[in-house]
């Protein structure tokens, strides 16, 4: 990068004014969505379907972690996870509908209505979610208190750290309308720390909260392994291969049947035997080539 500080600046000669005011402009792809202020756009009731579980979601990393955790209760024997999972575009601004809106003031997703209790319990942040799930099932939660800890330690981590990841390092590398060195190093730094973090610790647990497969996994896999699986396209970039345990973790993840139904759940890219658009059966993998 040039020493020339007006060079630095993207855009070149680019000062803070004194106070901020939003350019839609300058959202690059996601300008038609992003906005400074809160609350819906539209009417919009959300579809309510037979099962006791309502999921309103997407399969992005956070998407993913509701819909595995679903499927592996169900893998379980948990007759009363089944579930609705009905798609928010958040590319087409789903989540500013109103019914949405109305589940979740943040506007993200994913979001999940239990309808098996009156009155209906609703919730948002996949990280509450999953404890929610695993709490009323009594499943991937370990309940004595040294496991337990372990396990929420790990998924607060991951809560606290993906969005360096996503909102940070994938951000400027893949979707930032313009490069920008400072911040894809910024990140870059981050993200390899977190990927070195995960792989000295898998090198003597099998799993994040030790050798028993839990909701941590479940909230990390989607994010971490997706970077090995060809997230942001930045195999090469982070130098991937340097975590072997990291990738030997995604691997077993990977290859649980309800983690392959799981992460395809509510995919809005793909056709009908890559992706479950929206999941109201188990015979709606049918037609998925695995």
Same mark, same amino acid.
């Given at each position: 990068?040039?020493?020339?500080?007006?060079?630095?600046?993207?855009?070149?000669?680019?000062?803070?004014?004194?106070?901020?005011?939003?350019?839609?402009?300058?959202?690059?792809?996601?300008?038609?969505?992003?906005?400074?202020?809160?609350?819906?756009?539209?009417?919009?009731?959300?579809?309510?379907?037979?099962?006791?579980?309502?999921?309103?979601?997407?399969?992005?990393?956070?998407?993913?972690?509701?819909?595995?955790?679903?499927?592996?209760?169900?893998?379980?024997?948990?007759?009363?996870?089944?579930?609705?999972?009905?798609?928010?575009?958040?590319?087409?601004?789903?989540?500013?509908?109103?019914?949405?809106?109305?589940?979740?003031?943040?506007?993200?997703?994913?979001?999940?209505?239990? &309808?098996?209790?009156?009155?209906?319990?609703?919730?948002?942040?996949?990280?509450?979610?999953?404890?929610?799930?695993?709490?009323?099932?009594?499943?991937?939660?370990?309940?004595?208190?040294?496991?337990?800890?372990?396990?929420?330690?790990?998924?607060?981590?991951?809560?606290?750290?993906?969005?360096?990841?996503?909102?940070?390092?994938?951000?400027?590398?893949?979707?930032?309308?313009?490069?920008?060195?400072?911040?894809?190093?910024?990140?870059?730094?981050?993200?390899?720390?977190?990927?070195?973090?995960?792989?000295?610790?898998?090198?003597?647990?099998?799993?994040?909260?030790?050798?028993?497969?839990?909701?941590?996994?479940?909230?990390?896999?989607?994010?971490?392994?997706?970077?090995? &699986?060809?997230?942001?396209?930045?195999?090469?970039?982070?130098?991937?291969?340097?975590?072997?345990?990291?990738?030997?973790?995604?691997?077993?993840?990977?290859?649980?049947?309800?983690? &392959?139904?799981?992460?395809?759940?509510?995919?809005?890219?793909?056709?009908?035997?890559?992706?479950?658009?929206? &999941?109201?059966?188990?015979?709606?993998?049918?037609?998925?080539?695995?």
């Amino acid at each position: 990068m040039s020493d020339d500080s007006s060079l630095a600046n993207q855009p070149p000669g680019y000062v803070p004014p004194d106070v901020w005011t939003w350019n839609p402009g300058n959202g690059g792809q996601f300008a038609s969505i992003n906005r400074p202020i809160s609350g819906p756009t539209h009417d919009k009731v959300l579809p309510v379907g037979r099962h006791p579980l309502q999921l309103y979601s997407l399969a992005t990393p956070n998407g993913q972690k509701v819909t595995i955790m679903l499927e592996e209760l169900l893998e379980a024997g948990h007759s009363g996870a089944e579930y609705d999972a009905w798609i928010i575009e958040i590319g087409k601004g789903d989540q500013f509908g109103s019914g949405f809106v109305g589940i979740n003031p943040n506007s993200k997703i994913p979001a999940l209505v239990d &309808r098996s209790v009156t009155p209906e319990i609703t919730l948002f942040e996949s990280g509450s979610i999953l404890i929610y799930l695993a709490e009323k099932f009594g499943a991937f939660l370990p309940t004595e208190p040294h496991a337990r800890a372990k396990t929420l330690n790990w998924l607060m981590w991951q809560m606290g750290s993906a969005p360096f990841v996503g909102g940070g390092f994938g951000h400027f590398y893949a979707y930032a309308p313009f490069k920008i060195e400072y911040a894809i190093d910024r990140y870059a730094m981050e993200t390899k720390r977190q990927l070195h973090v995960l792989d000295t610790h898998l090198a003597t647990n099998a799993y994040l909260a030790g050798e028993t497969y839990t909701i941590a996994d479940m909230a990390a896999w989607p994010w971490y392994g997706g970077l090995l &699986r060809g997230v942001y396209g930045a195999e090469q970039f982070l130098s991937l291969q340097d975590y072997p345990h990291l990738a030997d973790w995604t691997a077993r993840v990977a290859s649980r049947p309800a983690v &392959r139904r799981g992460q395809i759940v509510n995919r809005a890219w793909g056709g009908p035997e890559t992706s479950v658009r929206e &999941r109201h059966e188990a015979s709606d993998f049918d037609p998925i080539r695995w």
